[in-house]
């Protein structure tokens, strides 16, 4: 069994960061190009307008790759609620627990900012319970059930994990 090299974390956007995203996006296998567009989209504005595009990025990196990021960004007209917009591991990466490292260092920069709570939604399709089942298991609970929103017989899940005051999680 081989030795991992040890895992950092930045939270600077470089410019090739959409081709990382898209990449770690696509890796799973789980989402359509047009989804994978949506995420590259956010790395673009982030590039473009740098903190004013509301969206904050982390990524994890192993050996100068990086292997997973996440995304969030206050909700607008939400006082104290982000949402996490997209939280990914390449695929020959998963199960090593860097997901979730990247959603535990997502919580305390929000709780930093005086978050309040961090708001999620996932598929109801199958192939997406490992995902709810994430969520499940880091103290997130299901706020909101939408069904056929995504399309007959694909739900909408809306997981939620409130802060007690600004700064603490419950």
């Known amino acids: 069994m081989s030795k991992q090299a040890p895992l950092s974390y930045r939270d600077n956007v470089l410019a090739d960061d959409a081709a990382t995203v898209r990449a770690i996006i696509a890796s799973s296998g789980y989402f359509h190009d047009h989804e994978i567009a949506v995420a590259v989209e956010l790395v673009e504005e982030r590039l473009q307008k740098g903190l004013k595009s509301g969206y904050y990025f982390i990524f994890a990196e192993q050996a100068g790759r990086a292997v997973g990021y996440c995304c969030y960004g206050p909700i607008a007209c939400a006082e104290g609620s982000f949402d996490l917009y997209w939280i990914a591991v390449d695929n020959d990466c998963r199960s090593r627990g860097i997901g ?29 319970r490992p995902t709810r089942d994430f969520y499940l298991h880091n103290q997130y609970r299901v706020e909101a059930v939408l069904k056929d929103f995504y399309a007959p017989g694909d739900d909408k899940y809306v997981f939620v994990k409130r802060f007690s005051g600004h700064g603490r999680k419950d």
Request: no cysteine.
């Open 100 to 128: 979730k490292i990247l959603l535990q260092k997502s919580e305390e920069r929000i709780a930093a900012q005086g978050g309040r709570a961090v708001w999620v939604e996932t598929s109801g399709q199958e192939k997406y």
